[in-house]
């Protein structure tokens, strides 16, 4: 089970960290990563990390600005957002990656719920 937490409202240029905690058997994960998907438009990729390498990816339009990281003590994975920029705004959701392959492909086994951020101009 994910546990999403953190979102908020943020003004242009701030920032924000979003938190998901794992509750299951995080042996079993391969990776973790955020998507995000915004008011009309499709869920879209953000961010991912390998669990036990840090290896990550990031999408073109936060690369340079938003950072993810893992506790693997804590089962979390965070995502620090800044600089954000009105675009930025929507429900974030955190997802678990169960093998490479689906890691390779955006194909995560699970979802957490939603956590809404808004960026104000």
């Known amino acids: 089970q994910l546990q999403a937490s953190g979102g908020g409202l943020v003004q242009a240029g701030g920032s924000l960290r979003l938190s998901c905690a794992s509750s299951?058997?995080?042996?079993?994960?391969?990776?973790m990563g955020w998507f995000r998907q915004a008011p009309g438009k499709e869920r879209e990729f953000v961010t991912r990390?390998?669990?036990?390498?840090?290896?990550?990816a990031f999408a073109d339009s936060v690369k340079g600005r938003f950072i993810i990281s893992r506790d693997n003590a804590k089962n979390t994975v965070y995502l620090q957002m800044n600089s954000q920029k009105p675009e930025d705004t929507a429900v974030y959701y955190c997802?678990?990656?169960?093998?490479?392959?689906?890691?390779?492909?955006?194909?995560?086994?699970?979802w957490g719920q939603g956590t809404l951020v808004t960026v104000s101009s």
């Open positions: 997802a678990a990656y169960m093998n490479r392959y689906a890691y390779s492909n955006r194909n995560p086994g699970y």
């Open positions: 299951g058997r995080t042996e079993s994960v391969y990776g």
């Open positions: 990390i390998t669990w036990s390498g840090g290896s990550t």
